[in-house]
């Protein structure tokens, strides 16, 4: 289910000190129950064998049109990825965060892991069109219960990306980012005990 963004706002996350230039495009529920340390049980199976993007349908195939665009108009060139001109989210995190784990990078699209703490899990992706941040948080729900919440942040590059991204949007709200959540939710409660 879709949160407001004031689900990711109000919360002190780390996050919030190094992004203040970034906007907040959705917030989502994750329905992954768990106990408080288990985030990194979520980002062991968000990020590799068997994730659930790559079980998603509308995922997969939003992100294979999309590079497929990208090759066609040449938007995910080394050029156009982290590097001089477009920094990092590493580049503004504080010592303890940096020198801390950095977590993985997903194995279905191109997103680095920025840093990994017991609560948050950051990754990014830089290309032509957008600079944009996947945040899952681990919130407490009481009794030691505790859910996973993904949040996307945004910061559109030139007028191609203030063109483009709100145009994928709807579709993204609509279909692929439901789609995805679902998936982790199934993935999350088929997992194998231990």
Same mark, same amino acid.
């Given at each position: 289910?879709? +949160?407001?963004?004031?689900?990711?706002?109000? #919360?002190?996350?780390?996050? %919030?000190? !190094?992004?203040?230039?970034?906007?907040?495009?959705?917030?989502?529920?994750?329905?992954?129950?768990? &106990?408080?340390?288990?985030?990194?049980? /979520?980002?062991?199976?968000?990020?590799?064998?068997?994730?659930?993007?790559?079980?998603?349908?509308?995922?997969?195939?939003?992100?294979?049109?999309?590079?497929?665009?990208?090759?066609?108009?040449?938007?995910? &060139?080394?050029?156009?990825?982290?590097?001089?001109?477009?920094?990092? /989210?590493?580049?503004? +995190?504080?010592?303890? /965060? @940096?020198?801390?784990?950095?977590?993985?990078?997903?194995?279905?699209?191109?997103?680095?892991?920025?840093?990994?703490?017991?609560?948050?899990?950051?990754?990014?992706?830089?290309?032509?069109?957008? #600079?944009?941040?996947? %945040?899952?948080?681990?919130?407490?729900? &009481?009794?030691?219960?505790? #859910?996973?919440?993904?949040?996307? +942040?945004?910061?559109?590059?030139? /007028?191609?990306?203030?063109?483009?991204?709100?145009?994928?949007?709807?579709? @993204?709200?609509? !279909?692929?980012?439901?789609? +995805?959540?679902?998936?982790?939710?199934?993935?999350?409660?088929?997992?194998?005990?231990?």
């Amino acid at each position: 289910m879709r +949160l407001p963004n004031t689900a990711f706002t109000e #919360h002190p996350w780390r996050i %919030h000190e !190094f992004t203040e230039d970034f906007e907040v495009e959705d917030v989502w529920y994750l329905d992954t129950p768990g &106990g408080p340390d288990d985030l990194a049980l /979520l980002v062991r199976q968000s990020s590799g064998d068997g994730t659930a993007a790559e079980k998603s349908f509308m995922y997969k195939l939003l992100f294979a049109i999309r590079w497929k665009l990208g090759v066609l108009f040449k938007w995910d &060139g080394e050029e156009n990825g982290v590097g001089p001109g477009n920094p990092s /989210l590493r580049d503004r +995190l504080p010592g303890d /965060l @940096r020198d801390g784990p950095r977590g993985p990078d997903l194995r279905t699209v191109p997103m680095k892991s920025v840093y990994q703490a017991s609560d948050e899990w950051v990754t990014e992706v830089v290309n032509k069109t957008v #600079h944009a941040v996947m %945040h899952i948080g681990w919130v407490a729900d &009481g009794d030691g219960r505790y #859910h996973g919440q993904m949040a996307v +942040l945004v910061k559109k590059k030139g /007028l191609l990306g203030k063109v483009y991204m709100p145009l994928i949007l709807p579709f @993204r709200r609509v !279909f692929v980012t439901p789609n +995805l959540v679902k998936s982790i939710g199934t993935a999350w409660r088929a997992r194998p005990a231990g």
